[in-house]
């Protein structure tokens, strides 16, 4: 079973804060995906990365931005976090070249800023 | 740009009926998929059904299945003898072959089943 993890299911900062949140899959995917979830909206596509040091904007990264050092871990960095990036953030994974395109998705973290 | 749109935001069926999610999405292209994922109450999403647009042949999987209509533009996902278990939030995705082959969701329905 492909397993993907996110380090924190609930988290708490403050206004200002630098967060960081992890990602680890263990599948050895190419390609990673973070997206962040609101009632109403669905999800958003805020970066992905299509392999190691890579990486791609999504619809949304502003505020946000990506690290890919290694390929199992793809991580979420709010520089100064502001209230209005409350929200559960999903992050998932992908096999290149079976042609099914399925992504995998972690539990997802509920970041709350205040 | 493709969007995916769901027009019930909320929906709510007994046990054992049959219920219908409806889907649509807006595209040029030809070549793409389209997904149902689910996302139960604080648990991990996940892959429901697939369509290849290619394929003519609704997808099923046990009680899921789907009616695409390709020209109509129209995804919608039935589920058969509804159970508890598939309470959660039910959404419809869409990607590309081409390109980026980035996924794009729609808005989500919250389906519950009542007993």
């Known amino acids: 079973d492909v397993k993907v993890t996110q380090s924190s299911r609930y988290l708490v900062k403050r206004t200002g804060e630098k967060v960081f949140l992890e990602c680890v899959q263990d599948m050895d995917h190419e390609n990673m995906f973070w997206y962040r979830q609101d009632p109403g909206l669905g999800l958003r596509l805020i970066y992905f990365?299509?392999?190691?040091?890579?990486?791609e904007k999504g619809d949304i990264p502003e505020g946000y931005s990506v690290s890919r050092e290694k390929k199992e871990r793809f991580s979420l960095i709010l520089e100064s976090a502001s209230t209005n990036q409350t929200s559960m953030y999903l992050c998932?994974?992908?096999?290149?070249?079976?042609?099914?395109?399925?992504?995998?998705f972690g539990p997802g973290t509920r970041l709350t800023v205040t | 740009a493709q969007t995916v749109t769901q027009s019930q935001p909320e929906m709510s069926v007994q046990e054992a009926e049959t219920v219908t999610l409806s889907c649509t999405y807006d595209?040029?292209?030809?070549?793409?998929?389209l997904f149902w994922y689910k996302q139960p109450p604080s648990r991990q999403m996940i892959l429901v059904i697939r369509?290849?647009?290619?394929?003519?042949q609704n997808a099923t999987e046990n009680r899921f299945s789907v009616n695409f209509q390709k020209a109509a533009k129209s995804f919608s996902l039935k589920i058969s003898d509804s159970q508890l278990g598939d309470t959660a939030m039910y959404f419809c995705?869409?990607?590309?072959?081409?390109?980026?082959?980035?996924?794009?969701f729609g808005q989500g329905t919250r389906l519950t089943i009542n007993p």
């Open positions: 998932a994974s992908r096999i290149l070249g079976t042609g099914l395109y399925e992504q995998y």
């Open positions: 595209t040029s292209e030809n070549n793409y998929y």
């Open positions: 990365s299509y392999d190691v040091k890579m990486k």
């Open positions: 369509q290849e647009a290619y394929k003519q």
């Open positions: 995705a869409f990607i590309l072959i081409q390109g980026a082959q980035k996924l794009v």
